[in-house]
């Protein structure tokens, strides 16, 4: 009894500085000689949290604080080197702890699972493009992020309900980069993509958030100035760029994004940031996929894809490094557009218009337009008597870029 009191009192006298929460000695670093108070206090919040749903918010939240003390430490431009180091393999050990956290889960109950997965797909994106501006280990950190995230599919969500909610995140965001560059952090995420449903959800996401961008660029809210210096992989950006081109029907439009993309190509071919080992393993990857591919049904763009992998192999013969991965990235694009195509079963066909009509629905009252509302029930028509159309495809593409306009 005496017992049971003391540890009650003494965990009411923990109670107002586990109440402290982040915010707790805001100001120490792991530059600072009392940080190790700070790793003490968030000891503490560990031990008192209970279950696996708050234990895994709780980490969320620590990666944050983490994250920002790692920004904090660049920017202070500290000389000791060691002591970002440290921060980042700290941050790296929260990653395993969260992942950890996340693949214990057995909760169903959607009130309470919803919230910490919304908290983890938000976690996930600033997180990711927090590390693609770093220019120390980032891949190798921005992998574990991505790792983490992965460990969520199917045991608490599916690639379906990642897309909502990153949709969802991005509904109301005003920079004209955002859907660039959060495709380009969660191309990470296509490795983990090796069940067909889970690259059919992918693929819908890709395809969503460049139609947004390719908006953006015919809207001219985005300019070869506003992408020169953006942080990331400038190889995976230029293979967006052919990626949002097949998604549009517009040649003007095609023409635009085609401008962008060569300013890029030429500025990091200038640079010598394509090299001939990226070169390389790009032909590598488009052969290993194109001997993959059943020709049949898929008429004659097999033989573009084919034709574009030729070029990029003479060019790269040739020490022509920019050339081949532009076409190497060509083939890639076309190969992307294939695939979605061929996962799509009729059930996903139609999936794809209920997701069309949800995200008409959203939109306000004042933004209607029975030009898309008719076409989207035409769409769902097509659909039902055809499910294999040629023309259905292009149809939900370009109603998702009717919907861009009206965002």
């Known amino acids: 009894m005496i017992r049971a009191i003391k540890s009650a009192f003494f965990v009411v006298l923990l109670l107002p500085i586990l109440a402290l929460g982040r915010s707790a000695y805001p100001s120490l670093l792991p530059s600072n000689p009392f940080y190790f108070t700070k790793e003490s206090m968030r000891g503490l919040r560990r031990a008192f949290t209970f279950n696996y749903i708050n234990k895994a918010d709780l980490e969320l939240r620590i990666a944050d604080e983490k994250l920002s003390e790692i920004q904090k430490l660049i920017d202070l431009d500290i000389k000791d080197s060691n002591y970002l180091k440290n921060a980042i393999t700290n941050y790296q050990n929260n990653l395993q702890v969260l992942e950890t956290h996340l693949l214990s889960v057995k909760e169903t109950n959607p009130a309470i699972l919803n ?76 490795k983990y993509m090796i069940s067909k449903d889970l690259w059919t959800g992918w693929f819908g996401l890709k395809e969503d958030l460049l139609i947004i961008f ?63 080992s990226a070169v390389a393993s790009e032909i590598s990857n488009i052969q290993r996929m194109v001997s993959g591919i059943d020709a049949k049904n898929i008429g004659n763009l097999l033989d573009q894809i084919k034709y574009s992998l030729t070029q990029a192999q003479k060019s790269f013969a040739s020490g022509n490094y920019g050339v081949a991965f532009s076409h190497s990235s060509l083939a890639n694009a076309l ?45 769902s028509e097509l659909v039902k008597d055809r499910p294999q159309d040629s023309r259905i495809i292009p149809a939900i593409r370009d109603i998702k870029f009717m919907l861009a306009q009206m965002r």
Do not use: C
């Open 115 to 190: 919230p910490l997965l919304d908290k983890l797909v938000d976690w996930y994106i600033r997180h990711a493009l927090a590390f693609s501006q770093f220019s120390n280990g980032n891949n190798e950190v921005r992998d574990m992020i991505t790792k983490v995230l992965a460990s969520s599919f199917d045991n608490l969500q599916t690639t379906d309900d990642f897309r909502r909610r990153v949709n969802d995140i991005l509904m109301t965001n005003s920079d004209p980069t955002n859907e660039l560059r959060v495709v380009e952090v969660i191309s990470d995420l296509e």
């Open 335 to 379: 190969i992307g557009g294939l695939l979605w195509d061929l996962s799509l079963s009729a059930e996903g066909r139609m999936a794809e218009v209920m997701i069309l009509k949800r995200e008409y629905d959203r939109m306000p009252k004042q933004s209607s337009n029975l030009v898309i509302e008719g076409k989207i029930i035409a769409l």
């Open 214 to 276: 390719a908006n953006r660029v015919n809207k001219n809210e985005v300019s070869f100035r506003t992408l020169e210096n953006l942080p990331n992989n400038e190889l995976v950006r230029l293979k967006i760029f052919d990626e949002a081109r097949g998604k549009v029907s517009d040649t003007n439009l095609k023409s635009q994004i085609s401008v962008l993309r060569q300013q890029l190509l030429n500025k990091y071919d200038f640079l010598g940031i394509i090299e001939s």
